[in-house]
């Protein structure tokens, strides 16, 4: 059964704790990304990542943390040096693909289930 | 960079009639136009997307129009079913620029379609 987990589905953290999100795709997609949304927003881009070791700042970056070790798994660390992480997380995924002549190609964002944290 | 506007924000219909959710977007290089359906609790799913070649795609009781001079895209549902009922976003892929080309998304439209 091919697809996008997060795991877990919900989350709490105490102030001043530094916690890790869990994203796996078994999809062999190339491209996978975080995204945070808030009530009354749409997604916005934390992260996204192209390559397996590589990865670039998405519009709301700042607090948050990335690897790219696998190319199955982009865990999404939620430092203390984000002001307000209480929301709703979500890992996509895509095939990336770049034109020959270096125009990106548009392709397929998958979503995974999200994970709801909150911080008490 | 790409700025997304969606309307309206919320959106209540009674079943069987049709729905239509508008976007307008900023960055006239913007190429692929997708819409996704979430349900409450859930992640976003893939309901139709447009790419900017295109006028409009049609998929049995949901259709999108774009309109690359004006733009703006549309969705339209017809026959609305109360299964309907859920937060609908358009999105555009940004043509480059500080987003490398990433998709950038509405504030979503809450339809609810009731029976």
């Known amino acids: 059964d091919g697809g996008i987990t997060q795991s877990p589905k919900y989350l709490f953290r105490k102030e001043g704790q530094n916690v890790t999100l869990s994203c796996e795709q078994n999809?062999?997609?190339?491209?996978m990304y975080w995204y945070r949304q808030d009530p009354g927003q749409g997604l916005r881009l934390i992260y996204y990542?192209?390559?397996?070791?590589?990865?670039q700042k998405g519009d709301i970056a700042e607090g948050y943390s990335v690897s790219r070790e696998k190319k199955e798994s982009f865990p999404l660390t939620v430092t203390s040096a984000q002001k307000n992480p209480t929301a709703f997380y979500l890992c996509a995924s895509s095939i990336d693909n770049w034109g020959a002549l270096g125009g990106r190609a548009p392709m397929k964002q998958f979503f995974g289930p999200g994970t709801r944290l909150t911080v008490l | 960079g790409e700025n997304v506007e969606q309307h309206p924000s919320t959106l209540s219909v009674q079943e069987g009639d049709s729905a239509v959710i508008k976007c307008t977007y900023s960055?006239?290089?913007?190429?692929?136009f997708p819409w996704y359906k979430q349900e409450l609790g859930k992640g976003p799913q893939l309901i139709i997307d447009?790419?900017?070649?295109?006028g409009e795609k049609k998929d049995q009781r949901i259709a999108v129009t774009l309109n690359k001079t004006a733009k703006h895209f549309s969705l339209h549902i017809t026959e609305t079913q109360p299964e309907d009922s859920a937060v609908y976003f358009c999105?555009?892929?940004?043509?480059?620029?500080?987003?490398?080309?990433?998709?950038?998304f509405g504030k979503g439209t809450k339809l609810s379609v009731k029976p």
């Open positions: 447009i790419r900017s070649n295109v």
């Open positions: 999105a555009a892929l940004s043509g480059g620029g500080g987003s490398q080309g990433n998709l950038i």
């Open positions: 990542s192209q390559i397996v070791n590589d990865f």
């Open positions: 999809l062999n997609h190339d491209a």
């Open positions: 960055d006239s290089a913007s190429n692929y």
